[in-house]
């Protein structure tokens, strides 16, 4: 029997420059290494940069991704992703991947994404110390873990957090 490679795509959303490396290496390595499929989005560019200077192709214009198109939805952290924290494609896609039960992650700065889209309210959640307010702000029960995973809600706070935040979104993808 031939091992059939897994159709699942997951969608990780990177900022056009100012990405963290390790938030958006790990998560995808370990996912691409499971067999999933990988689609990079963004705004505005066929080529974003990472805060170390990496380039990374991406696949997709943001505002041209459908939450049906994945099983998962990844915000990956660094400065450069507050460019997503009021951008109205960003939210709505957020709230429309949450609503129709996708999984839905992010990373360090990021989760301030899914608080600003409505989706971490009366939820456990964690995020880098310099969005802990706006969390708890928009109604999130702030947690401090490294990774808190809620329902179908995963929340990591930062670079060190990179590889645990990569093998939960794994794990809720395996129905584990």
Known sequence: MEM??????????????????????????????????IVVASKGVK????????????????NETKSDDFEAIVFVGGPGSSLYFNDQTALALAK???????????ICIAPSILANAGILKDKKATVFSSETENLKAKGAIYT???????????????PSAAEEFGQKIFKMLRGT
């Open 4 to 37: 059939e490679k897994n159709p699942k795509k997951v969608l990780l959303i990177i900022a056009p420059s100012g990405f963290q490396d390790r938030e958006y290496q790990e998560p995808r390595a370990i996912l691409e290494n499971a067999g999933y499929s």
């Open 47 to 62: 080529s974003a940069q990472s805060t170390l200077g990496t380039a990374v192709k991406v696949d997709k214009e943001l």
């Open 96 to 106: 429309e991947a949450y609503q129709k039960g996708k999984i839905v992650g992010a």
């Open 144 to 158: 401090g873990e490294s990774v808190t995973v809620e329902g179908k809600i995963v929340t990591a706070n930062g």
